[in-house]
């Protein structure tokens, strides 16, 4: 029997537009669990190039890793500036 090979999922590989991004994003809010937005902040970050982020954002590719990595905590200037550059708007509803 042979193994089966297997790869880590990575929600990055099927972020394919901007809607695909916008949906994952709200998902990621309604949730309301800090460490899941952030983790869906990076794999959509990641999808529109850090590089390019960075450029867009001014802030340097390492403050994007650092602020959206395992152990980040993105400051709301951060997150603003993340969002802005991504092309999403955060919203308040009651």
Do not use: C, H, Q, W
Request: hydrophobic residues 45%.
């Amino acid at each position: 029997m042979t193994e089966a090979a297997t790869r880590r999922f990575d929600a990055a590989d099927f972020l394919r537009d901007e809607g695909d991004m916008a949906t994952y994003l709200t998902a990621a809010f309604e949730e309301g669990d800090a460490d899941l937005i952030r983790s869906a902040l990076n794999d959509v970050a990641r999808t529109k190039g850090m590089t390019a982020l960075a450029r867009e954002t001014g802030l340097t590719r390492e403050a994007l890793y650092k602020a959206l990595g395992d152990r980040g905590n993105p400051t709301l200037t951060t997150l603003l500036a993340i969002s802005k550059a991504l092309g999403v708007k955060l919203s308040v509803a009651a």
